[in-house]
């Protein structure tokens, strides 16, 4: 990820974005507008490690979102921002709604999406990340085992995608897998989809390791 002084990056997806950005009121205005997981602390250390850049970042995540509902709603939502580079974590809930027999969000029809957002977005801004989707857990039999057989469909839908458009791929399917292997799946996620604070932290050190700054 290329960071320009006084850029503006936005940050597109689904829950694991969203993660809390329009609770406002008494006890929550904390989490408006970034939310409370990986967009706020990506933020937070980027402030940390490049004082003085003045970095607008923006959360765009919609809790429940599949790639169809991010291509519904990019170009307002997205491009209208002007952003100069975005990122895209998208696809557990394509994942999850194909095995419970939705039609249209299989992983021919991820990367189908995948692939008219990115048309969309070529030429509009200077840089694209595609964070790969994951699953927290070890799993080796029941309904989490089936989520794991498939999930690697989607991840290489994302690599493919990310390939054809130049766009920078930050695996994370990878990087939870040897985490829950190494430090145990809870220590990640207490549900195996949404990150703990220390995933949506490992979230946004993968992201802050992308960085360079011009």
Known sequence: MIVLKGSRIVF?????????????????????PLGSGYVKFFSELLAARYPGLGVDVRNAGVSGNTIRDLRDR???DVLSLSPNWVSVLIGINDLN????????????SFYANYREILRQ???????????????????????????LQLLPKYVEAVKKVGDEFSAEVIDLYDAFARAAKDGGPLTYSLEAIHPSET???????????????E
């Open 12 to 32: 597109a997806g689904d829950s694991i974005t969203d993660c809390g950005r329009f609770a406002v009121g008494i006890g929550a205005g904390s989490n408006y």
């Open 74 to 76: 990019w170009e307002d």
């Open 97 to 108: 709604r194909t095995l419970a027999g939705e039609s249209g969000l299989d992983p021919e």
């Open 121 to 147: 977005t070529m030429g509009k801004v200077r840089g694209i990340t595609l964070m790969t989707p994951f699953f927290v857990s070890n799993a080796t039999g029941g309904n989490r085992a089936r989520v």
């Open 199 to 213: 995933g949506h932290m490992l979230i946004a050190l993968k992201l802050l390791d992308s960085v360079r700054v």
